[in-house]
């Protein structure tokens, strides 16, 4: 049996999320499973690095695949693409070791969202950013953002449902940058909870629009209360940029 690593873009727009759900074909790692298993003949089950939300895009999506069909990895690229949706794309396809484990083996996660900061909408990268109207002050952003930064207990930046599992994080780094009328918010850490991101860039634009002082986020992170991180900032404006890995 053969290991493959899988690097994967996609548009997220249409689907569910990576994670396959139940019998749904609405998800990437579905969609992508449906293929393979097409091509192999073989009950395929894909192992992604990062479980995207409904609606958020990659640049740099990693999958493992492990198979006994006798293929090579130029020949499972031509096919898959050849296959897939065009908002899925396998970049490349190599054979990792026999121990390698897209998401175990993960060392780091970067998240980009991107706000497009006019006061008129942008026809032509609305399925790719979220809009905000009012003008946002990046400085407050950026000490903000600085409290993010380390190992937290998330809890009140998540929507995960479960907490048998650890919701100890930890953020290496959140950097902040105004090009063109858009600001990138680019966040860097050892993973991330369910809709994590989006509810720290959602606080972040509340401290930019000065409806939150940035000083209330130490204790919101203490007080593990969902509902005192406010609002969630849209998917659509949030991609996953890169995955790093720890030597095998």
């Excluded at 609405?26 to 969609?31: A, D, E, V």
């Excluded at 399925?127 to 809890?155: C, P, R």
Aim: aromatic residues 10%; glycine residues 6%.
């Amino acid at each position: 049996m053969k290991n493959y690593k899988l690097t994967i873009q996609y548009d997220g727009s249409r689907y569910k999320g990576w994670q396959r759900l139940g019998n749904n074909e609405s998800t990437i790692q579905g969609k992508i499973e449906q293929v393979l298993t097409e091509m192999t003949g073989e009950k395929i089950e894909i192992i992604g690095s990062s479980r995207t939300d409904a609606g958020v895009h990659a640049l740099h999506q990693v999958a493992n695949v492990k198979t006994n069909y006798q293929t090579s990895p130029a020949e499972i690229k031509a096919y898959v693409n050849r296959y897939l949706p065009q908002d899925i794309s396998v970049t490349d396809v190599e054979e990792a070791s026999e121990r390698f484990h897209a998401r175990y083996h993960t060392k780091q996660k970067t998240y980009v969202y991107k706000i497009w900061n006019k006061d008129h909408p942008h026809p032509f990268i609305r399925k790719y950013s979220m809009h905000v109207n009012e003008k946002l002050d990046i400085s407050k952003m950026k000490n903000a953002a600085n409290f993010f930064i380390g190992e937290h207990d998330f809890t009140a930046f998540s929507n995960a449902k479960s907490k048998k599992k650890t919701m100890v994080r930890e953020v290496y780094g959140i950097d902040i940058q105004e090009e063109g009328g858009f600001i990138l918010i680019r966040v860097s850490g050892n993973g991330f909870l369910y809709n994590m991101v989006r509810k720290m860039v959602g606080t972040l634009i509340k401290v930019g629009l000065s409806e939150v002082e940035a000083e209330s986020i130490p204790a919101i992170l203490q007080s593990k209360e969902r509902n005192q991180a406010g609002y969630m900032a849209e998917a659509c404006g949030l991609l996953l940029e890169k995955i790093e890995f720890i030597d095998e």
